[in-house]
């Protein structure tokens, strides 16, 4: 029988649930246990894909094609493993799915509910992967008190009393705030919000407790009295310099032996610590200080880049390299002060005209100075706008999603994304291959000609173009069989890279995506010249 691991949330949310469950992931992985996760959301969207980053960060795309919360970003990340759509879940979609069973009869004529008819949906999804891995952590989204919340909380009640007490663990993070006035931690947070859970029916095993300070024996013996946990469960969560580091700090406090003896997992004797090793090696001793500016409209939320800025850290310490990227607002009348000081620019995804003219004076001062330049997606396509209007004299060249009525339509709409009527889950999404072309940078990047990478978009460069713009300068050095250019190149150029994939979702702790140590190699590179 697999072991089911439950996290949730109280006090605050944005605690690091996500964090702190992948965290415990690594370290049953190197218990030599398989693990896999699954995220519940408690919102009405079927999916993030339509949000604003501003309101829930970055949109992460699995293999699959489902768009999902950033914290499946995370698990991949920390767990080396790939989710699917069956990692994410929303309430908007389990909703949609129950009222689609109903109206195709499949409740045979009962009156659906949220009990049973919604839990029992939930419940289904938590054993999407049933017997395929030892152990599931499975992280609810939101806050507890909250009203989303609520049917999640239930299926988890049901589904622990339903199943063998030794085969489910449950676990709840919580905020313990520092109350500068007084000098003083405060544990009441803690104890309402363990409360209002157990108030649905759910005792927390573990109590994993933020905060910015040491939680000393004498707190931790107030939060076990209060919460009806044992003091061994009460787990302190620092702020760590690097969120790789975690793992450690939970294993130093037993964390996994914890949940190992609760559930009556059988290991070897051996743990493997090398992982440990390896992490804090990289993180000494850097040779070099790298200061890269990321160009976008949605900089007042580093969340909204998550997957980016973790890939530049990975590479950094690949290189062990200190890192310092800088968050440009691609509106603000400054932003050419602002690069000046960076070694290198990356202009990342995006949508909307907004910034447009931001990005592309980032891309052309890379461009004309020699700076080593990646654009994703929409970076890509600025990339080719600025190109076509400032070398080939192009001057009214844009994309259609900008200007419909353009001479130069150099980015345009994909054809099958031309009657597509539903926002949500419509775009080119998930992995696609590619076909390198050796003799390029990107060949010498990746060192492989055919590629796999992940796309979230609409729109493309113009293949009627790619002539005009070569005969200049500018090379794509990857298609999609053979006609949708995947990757471009400014040749005479140090490192000037654009892609319409999202190499940023590849990104490993153990293995560096290639363009992004490509991208930092260059900057050290030039450095030294």
């Not at 999902?68 to 309430?91: M, P």
């Not at 938590?126 to 999640?152: C, R, W």
């Not at 130093?252 to 003896?261: E, G, S, W």
């Amino acid at each position: 029988m697999p072991k089911y691991i439950f996290i949730t949330g109280g006090v605050v949310s944005s605690l690091g649930k996500g964090i702190s469950g992948a965290s415990i992931g690594k370290l049953l992985q190197l218990h030599g246990l398989t693990v896999n996760m699954i995220k519940f959301d408690p919102y009405i969207n079927v999916d993030p894909g339509t949000m604003n980053p501003y309101q829930h960060g970055e949109i992460f795309v699995t293999r699959d094609g489902a768009e999902a919360d950033l914290d499946l970003g995370t698990y991949e990340r920390f767990l080396n493993i790939y989710t699917t759509k069956d990692n994410t879940n929303t309430a908007g979609d389990i909703y949609k799915t129950v009222i689609c069973k109903e109206r195709k009869g499949c409740y045979n004529g009962n009156t659906v509910q949220i009990i049973p008819h919604v839990t029992n949906e939930i419940k289904k999804r938590f054993i999407a992967f049933h017997k395929q891995y030892n152990v599931y952590i499975i992280e609810i989204g939101g806050t507890v008190g909250d009203i989303e919340s609520l049917p999640f909380l239930e299926a988890v009640r049901q589904f622990r009393i339903e199943h063998n007490q030794n085969d489910i663990y449950h676990i709840h993070v919580t905020l313990v705030p520092y109350i500068s006035s007084s000098a003083e931690l405060k544990t009441k947070p803690t104890q309402h919000s363990v409360n209002k859970l157990r108030e649905i029916g759910i005792s927390p095993d573990m109590i994993i407790c933020r905060s910015e300070h040491h939680i000393d024996n004498l707190l931790k013996k107030k939060i076990s009295l209060f919460c009806n946990v044992h003091e061994s469960a009460v787990i302190e969560a620092l702020n760590v310099s690097s969120i790789y580091l975690l793992p450690e700090q939970f294993y130093l406090q037993k964390v996994d032996m914890l949940i190992i003896n609760k559930l009556n997992i059988k290991i070897a004797k051996t743990f493997n610590t090398r992982w440990f090793k390896k992490i804090k090696i990289n993180q000494k001793y850097p040779k070099n200080n790298i200061k890269i500016a990321i160009v976008g409209k949605y900089t007042g939320l580093k969340d909204a880049y998550k997957s980016i800025d973790e890939s530049l850290k990975i590479a950094a310490v690949t290189l062990q390299s200190s890192i310092n990227i800088i968050y440009c607002n691609a509106e603000q009348e400054d932003l050419m002060n602002k690069l000046i000081y960076c070694d290198g620019i990356i202009v990342p995804g995006g949508f909307g005209h907004r910034g447009i003219s931001g990005k592309l004076q980032a891309i052309s001062y890379a461009r004309k100075n020699n700076i080593p330049f990646l654009g994703i997606c929409l970076g890509m396509q600025c990339c080719i706008i600025e190109f076509a209007r400032n070398v080939v004299n192009l001057y009214n060249a844009n994309s259609t999603e900008f200007d419909t009525t353009t001479n130069y339509p150099v980015v345009q709409i994909i054809n099958e994304q031309k009657n597509v009527q539903y926002k949500g889950g419509t775009m080119r999404l998930g992995s696609y291959k590619a076909k390198i072309k050796k003799n390029t940078l990107a060949y010498s990047l990746y060192k492989t000609e055919t590629i796999i990478e992940r796309h979230r978009h609409r729109y493309e460069m113009n293949p009627k173009f790619i002539n005009t713009l070569e005969k200049h300068g500018l090379i794509v050095s990857a298609y999609h069989n053979n006609v949708l250019p995947e990757i471009i190149e400014v040749i005479k150029h140090p490192f000037f890279i654009g892609v319409q994939f999202h190499p940023e979702f590849d990104s490993r702790i153990t293995k560096a995506h290639p363009i992004f140590v490509g991208l930092l190699s260059s900057i050290i590179q030039r450095k030294k010249q």
